[in-house]
């Protein structure tokens, strides 16, 4: 296990067009995030997983979002209907439970969607 | 609302000087703070966590809750430290799960 991974590393779509990312997260983590990151941002936060449930989307998160993690190992997320201003770089991270403290993410690399 | 600041988009500063990184929380609680960074062509990682006390890579942060600020700080900057560096924060117990970052701080260190 060497991290987490996210596949596509690019995407350029045309607008109208529906997308799909994969994040495989570390295999011990049972925590998974989606965060975007727009030109000069911070990473946003979209969704948290805690095994296969969802336990909160971001207001960010329109209905043409959705993402599912179904058997608590690997998640995707689905972008229906792309619009221009979904072009941004889609972080997947993973941490684990344990305590009470927050130990910090593990981060993929990031998949980057541009919409033409 | 919790909110992040970081003030400057860009430092710039020879090697040897000391650098501060400055950050500035807006959190109703007691929060957890962080630094990430991101080297070139790099994915953003964990630099430290306040709560661990720690230096790592002779950098170091330390809290401040009546200034509500976590600056991060070294003495002596190296060219390898020039990077993008994110303050973030979460909240403790059951809100600990998500992150809020700041726009990152751009540093970089001149030979």
């Keep these: 296990d060497t991290g987490v991974s996210q596949d596509p590393r690019h995407k350029i779509t045309k607008r109208g067009q529906n997308v799909t990312f994969r994040c495989d997260p570390i295999s011990e983590h049972n925590r998974l995030y989606w965060y975007r990151q727009t030109l000069g941002q911070g990473p946003e936060f979209l969704t948290y997983f805690q095994n296969e449930a969802q336990l909160e989307k971001s207001r960010l998160l329109s209905d043409r979002f959705s993402a599912e993690r179904p058997k608590g190992s690997f998640s995707t997320l689905e972008i229906q209907r792309t619009e221009q201003g979904d072009s941004a770089m889609y972080l997947c991270a993973s941490s684990s439970l344990a305590g009470s403290g927050n130990y910090g993410y593990t981060f993929g690399s990031g998949t980057r969607l541009t919409v033409v | 609302a919790q909110r992040v600041t970081q003030p400057e988009k860009l430092l710039s500063v020879f090697k040897g000087a000391p650098v501060e990184l400055k950050c500035n929380y807006s959190y109703s609680g007691s929060p957890e703070l962080f630094w990430y960074v991101q080297y070139s062509r790099q994915r953003l990682q964990l630099l430290l966590r306040h709560i661990s006390r720690e230096s790592i890579k002779g950098f170091t942060a330390d809290l401040n809750k009546g200034e509500t600020s976590f600056h991060l700080k070294k003495p002596f900057a190296q060219e390898e430290d020039s990077a993008m560096y994110y303050c973030a924060l979460s909240g403790r117990g059951?809100?600990?799960?998500?992150?809020?970052?700041?726009?990152?701080?751009?540093?970089?260190v001149n030979p």
């Design chain 2, 94 to 108: 059951g809100s600990n799960y998500k992150l809020t970052f700041g726009k990152g701080t751009l540093l970089t």
